[in-house]
């Protein structure tokens, strides 16, 4: 008898196809991440478990899981830095993810962004909203023209390929990268040898990296100084990349002249310091928020544990 639990309330589509598969499928109605107690639970309660972001399966969590009843954590997400895979690989555990779905739906959010920011969108709607426009004049709100700028991309994997090629295709941008390796890419583009050089180069820098600890405030003060003051700072990826209060100042001291965020450091808590600014386009965590792309991820995470559950290698295993 396969006993699963899915630590969020998942579209009904995935639903029905989780109670197809599994004898027992068991869905907390909470939104709030999983405590720590409450994971432990899990592991020792279940077969598999189907967490998502803020569910911190840290170390601290398997140090106590002796031979744990469940064998999979099936992650509803590309991004898996709040499970430590290590410690749950030690305890027996596969961790899986779900690329790929997510691809497209997150370079959106991007370009969302990039031109909400350089045209100041956001800043137009709340002024309109709140009665104080008086009408079309020639230089009112002028903003960044998006159209033959340069990009650059901080980490050019799926999201980032998909980014620039929006970009590129979509807006005759001129791409620069910061990215470990060298990328086969089907459009212009070019590889420089620090985040600093693409700063420097781009007219908008979008980061697209994974989370992790390699990844850590990778974004901070030296990369900010090197924007141009008409530059625009994207952050799509995962909010702990960026270091926040370097990012705050470079925009209080008109280092860089906006930002769009759909992630935080602290998350959900977003600093009153950005929510007052009126250069800053703050969204909250929307990359992967439309119904057929939460579908896609959620059959995903099923699928993974249904071949985990029935002893095959499950196709979004994370080594």
């Not at 079309?136 to 023209?145: D, N, S, V």
């Not at 974004?219 to 960026?242: C, L, Q, W, Y």
Request: glycine residues 10%.
């Amino acid at each position: 008898m396969s006993r699963v639990y899915l630590t969020r309330p998942l579209p009904d589509a995935v639903l029905t196809r989780a109670r197809e598969l599994f004898d027992e499928v068991e869905v907390r109605d909470d939104t709030a991440p999983l405590k720590i107690g409450q994971m432990r639970a899990a592991l020792n309660l279940y077969d598999g478990v189907l967490p998502t972001l803020g569910d911190m399966f840290s170390a601290e969590v398997f140090e106590e899981a002796q031979n744990p009843r469940c064998k999979v954590l099936a992650n509803f997400g590309v991004g898996y830095n709040h499970i430590d895979v290590e410690a749950a690989n030690a305890a027996g555990v596969m961790v899986t993810n779900t690329p790929g779905a997510v691809t497209d739906a997150t370079a959106d959010i991007a370009m969302t962004l990039i031109l909400m920011s350089a045209r100041r969108a956001g800043e137009g709607e709340r002024m309109l909203r709140a009665g104080n426009w008086d009408g079309w004049h020639p230089t009112q709100m002028l903003g960044l023209h998006v159209t033959g700028k340069t990009v650059g991309i901080i980490g050019m994997g799926r999201i980032g390929q998909a980014i620039a090629r929006r970009c590129h295709h979509g807006f005759g941008m001129d791409v620069v990268y910061f990215n470990r390796s060298a990328k086969e890419l089907e459009f212009p583009a070019t590889r420089l040898d620090s985040m600093a050089a693409v700063a420097s180069r781009a007219d908008i820098v979008v980061v697209a990296v994974p989370g992790g600890s390699d990844t850590h405030h990778i974004i901070s003060t030296p990369v900010f100084e090197a924007m141009k003051p008409t530059g625009h700072f994207i952050n799509i990826a995962r909010g702990d990349v960026v270091k926040e209060t370097a990012l705050i100042k470079a925009l209080e001291t008109g280092q860089i002249a906006g930002a769009g965020l759909d992630v935080y450091e602290h998350e959900p808590d977003v600093p009153d310091a950005l929510c007052a600014m009126e250069n800053v386009t703050l969204l909250p965590h929307l990359g992967t928020a439309a119904l057929e792309v939460r579908e896609a991820m959620g059959m995903l995470a099923v699928e993974n544990l249904r071949a985990a559950l029935s002893g095959e290698t499950p196709p979004n295993l994370i080594a």
